[in-house]
Structures are given as structure tokens and as C-alpha cells.
């Protein structure tokens, strides 16, 4: 018995820890590690302080890389621990302008209801940015579920945190969630957990959002109970995800990278 309360106990708070811990600032993912990343302008240009380091960004790959928006549980190093094991990853604190971080009408496999994006005029949300390689991002597509879960798209620009300088990316790609965003009420849930000025949509914790979805369609099921079969009973994970009521967004794919929209339509052939 405790061993089996201790694995319950554990599946709950991954579920309900979503969107999970983040630094306070821009950091570099190394391998496991958390280093505090800073910008220094000097006559040369733009050098990175990387803990107590100063490295260029040409040392980082920093132009090569694929900018993707992480607004969700990627922003976290707790969730890029699982995914990247190794490697090195940039990942920037900023914001993104006329959008929101909502919970999306999905189900993750671990029983959380993730995030996506969700166009909201006038808000400032904060979104992270993580600078990927080629090979980085092919593992985040895999996680992300890509084409079947989320598709890919982007916002106009991104911008780093106003104290940080670490500049502006146009176009930077983004998941969507397919299924679009959670909308109980016919209107999109913010996550609470994602800092935003000039909110418009009502903003729930995980928690919150876990029990608006079991008194929809388990309202005999206590919470715990609830996301235990979610991660534990595959079908019935895909029986409430179904019942979900959602809204769906328009998806910008104008500026795709040539080179993303091949993939995207290669994947689709599949």
C-alpha cells in the first residue's frame, strides 16, 4: 500500500503541477543544468553572460537555431529534463503582444489539460522562447504530439523582457493545440499560472481547470480519482478529452519558413 499511495501521490502532482516551476529570468538549459543568461551590450556587439561566463552568441549557434515559442510546461527546466536529457538549450523570458495562454481541449498523457495559444487584443502575455537546433526541434515535435495534437504556426514577433535585451525574433513558430482551447462557457481559460497584462478571459490554476472539466463529465468522480483513471485508463482519457467543449482559434501559417511548411505537408502525407 504505500508504495502504490507513494506512485499515486506522484502522478498527482505532475498533473497538477503543470505548467510547472520557472527561473526568474532567462536561463541556458545545459544537460540537466539551469545557468542564468544576461545580455551585456558593449562597442563589439551583444556578448552573453552565461553564469559567470561571457561567450558570444556565435559560440551558442545563436542565428542557426529555430525560435519556438514555449508558453507551457516547455518554459519549465523540470519539463526539458525529460525531454532533453542532453543538450544545450537558450531559453528567453519575454513576451508576446494580442495573445493569451489558455488551457487547450486536450488531455495530456500525465493528466494535466495543457496550454496552447489563443488570440486576445490588448494583452501582453508572458511566453518564453526556446532557440532550437534542427535536431532539438524534431524531438520537441515528437513530444508535442505534432500533426496530431498540436500543428505548427506563428505569431508575429516575440520580444525579450524589457530588463534582459536580448532582443526581437519576427515570426517565431508556435504550437497550437488542434483541437483549439477549452471554452466551458463558449469563452477560453487562462492559465493562472502565466503572468499577463490586460487579461480579457477569466484565469483558473491547474486544479481549477482539472475540476471545471470533471463536474462537466465525471461530477460522481472525486478530483484525485478523476485524474488518476485520466492517466492510468487510456480510453477513458480519450472519452473525456472527446466530451471536451472548445473553441477554436485561427491558425496563422503565412510566414511559415519554407522549410517548416514542407515538413508540416510531408507529415500530413504520412
Keep these: 500500500m504505500p508504495r502504490e ?42 556578448l ?19 525560435p519556438v515559442l514555449a508558453y507551457g510546461s516547455n518554459a519549465s ?8 536529457p542532453q543538450g544545450t538549450i537558450p531559453v528567453l523570458r519575454g513576451r508576446v503582444k494580442d495573445y493569451d495562454v489558455v488551457f ?25 522562447l526556446t532557440l532550437l537546433t534542427p535536431e532539438q526541434k524534431a524531438v520537441m515535435d515528437r513530444s508535442e504530439r505534432l500533426g496530431v495534437a498540436y500543428t505548427l504556426g ?5 520580444s525579450s523582457w524589457p530588463q534582459e535585451s536580448l532582443g526581437e525574433w519576427s515570426r517565431p513558430l508556435a504550437y497550437w493545440a488542434q483541437k483549439g482551447a477549452l471554452a466551458p462557457k463558449g469563452s ?24 471545471v472539466v470533471r463536474r462537466l463529465i465525471a461530477p460522481d468522480l472525486p478530483l484525485e480519482t478523476f485524474i488518476l483513471r485520466l492517466v492510468r485508463e487510456r480510453a477513458f482519457r480519450r472519452s473525456v478529452q472527446e466530451r471536451l467543449p472548445r473553441r477554436l482559434q485561427e491558425l496563422d ?18
Excluded at 553572460?49 to 529555430?66: A, M, N, T, Y
Excluded at 506563428?154 to 516575440?158: C, D, E, N, T
Aim: with cysteine; charged share 30%; net charge neutral.
Design 253 to 270: 501559417r503565412s510566414a511559415l519558413p519554407e522549410h517548416v511548411e514542407e515538413e508540416r505537408r510531408s507529415d500530413q502525407r504520412c
Design 104 to 128: 487547450a481541449a486536450l488531455i495530456a498523457s500525465y493528466g494535466s489539460v495543457p496550454a496552447t495559444l489563443f488570440p486576445s487584443p490588448g494583452t501582453v502575455v508572458e511566453v518564453w
Design 154 to 158: 506563428s505569431v508575429s514577433a516575440w
Design 77 to 84: 527546466p523540470e519539463q526539458l529534463r525529460r525531454k532533453f
Design 48 to 66: 552573453l553572460r552565461v553564469g559567470e561566463k561571457r561567450l558570444s552568441p556565435e559560440s551558442l549557434d545563436w542565428e542557426q537555431r529555430i
Design 5 to 46: 499511495e507513494g506512485a499515486a501521490r506522484l502522478v498527482l502532482e505532475r498533473a497538477l503541477g503543470y505548467p510547472y516551476p520557472r527561473p526568474e529570468s532567462s536561463y541556458l538549459y545545459d544537460s540537466g543544468r539551469v545557468l542564468p543568461l544576461r545580455a551585456e551590450r558593449t562597442g563589439a556587439g551583444l
Design 188 to 211: 477560453p481559460i487562462a492559465l493562472a499560472e502565466v503572468p499577463a497584462e490586460g487579461r480579457r478571459f477569466v484565469s483558473l490554476t491547474q486544479r481549477e481547470a482539472l475540476d
